[in-house]
């Protein structure tokens, strides 16, 4: 029935738009069915708690994330560097539909349940684990640096993009593309100019 | 008087273990005068208001980077290539003094009344400008590459060591300064293995 699963998006949008704003302890049940104009039966026919809601928000949010960087890595006929690229493109361009998402994801998952939260954090290792498997693969191919240390790497690539969900605006003076265009090559060759020192 | 001064600290460092671990929205005045075992009337003596106390502590953790970056930036016999070195080593040994403040400054400011959040802003904002002003040095004195675009550029590299505070241990296995290393040969020299394409 297509108005029952409407439904339960809808307090998972209005969910993920007021936890944003006000914070997940601060955003009461209440809150929510008023939002959208039904009763608390109708959300606690969808969600055991709060809790549960929160925690739906933050494995929907890192399992669409790995099924995305799956997509990519599983190609055999691609380069790392090229992988590389697509999984930077991919955050970025990630930003636009999941910010606040991602935002309640990295603030509010201190409120999970630890059983919750371990699942969580898993799923967020397993992330990174093949971001930095894709790190190793491109040394192994001669691709990336032999003396790089691949879980710091990692975690510093991961860094860039993570930070890029609080500043960027997709609708602003520059595009999801140049962004990853910009990083792409910040990763690749780094910001020192060679040229010149080639020339001295 | 040492002891004033001393009750004031207390009351910060105690607020900030308590923000850290439960939020600022859960944490109450009467839970931070208990954990101390003073009256609230100590707490209402140094501080309007919770939310005055936030401001502090967010200001006070700005400003001390501010000042930092100043000392790093004003020594007019170092390359901005070795100023980059020292900012990026500041902020992660800043990350042992420093951690539970950050973590509340990115997570809980947007509790903060709009006018302490804007000067907070301004702030934060200076110090950006003050990072991009290096790079855009750098590229004039042909340290760092023509071609970069010194603002998204600025974003990554804060982006790299913001990230750290969510992840490092100071007393892990890798030390700040091996990670200080890591993180400016990435910076300025990519990951791309330039060594097997010359050889191809």
């Not at 949010?61 to 997509?71: C, F, K, N, V």
């Not at 910010?99 to 999970?112: D, N, P, Q, T």
């Amino acid at each position: 029935m297509k108005g029952i699963g409407n439904m339960k998006e809808k307090i998972i949008e209005t969910s993920i738009e007021l936890f944003d704003r006000k914070g997940f302890k601060e955003t009461s049940v209440q809150e929510i069915v008023e939002a959208i104009g039904v009763t608390k039966g109708a959300f606690y026919y969808y969600f055991k708690s709060k809790e549960e809601l929160l925690k739906d928000i933050c494995i929907s949010y890192i399992e669409d994330l790995l099924e995305q960087q799956q997509r990519i890595l599983q190609d055999s006929e691609k380069s790392c560097t090229k992988k590389l690229y697509e999984i930077v493109y991919m955050l970025i361009r990630n930003i636009k539909a999941r910010r606040k998402s991602a935002r309640i994801f990295f603030r509010e998952m201190r409120h999970l349940h630890e059983d919750h939260l371990q699942e969580i954090k898993a799923k967020r290792r397993v992330f990174r684990q093949h971001y930095q498997q894709l790190i190793e693969a491109g040394i192994a191919r001669g691709e990336f640096k032999p003396t790089l240390t691949p879980d710091m790497i990692t975690f510093g690539i991961l860094g860039i993009t993570n930070w890029s969900y609080y500043w960027f605006q997709p609708d602003g003076e520059i595009s999801e593309e140049a962004l990853t265009d910009i990083y792409v090559d910040l990763i690749l060759n780094g910001i020192k100019n060679r040229e010149s020192l080639k020339e001295k």
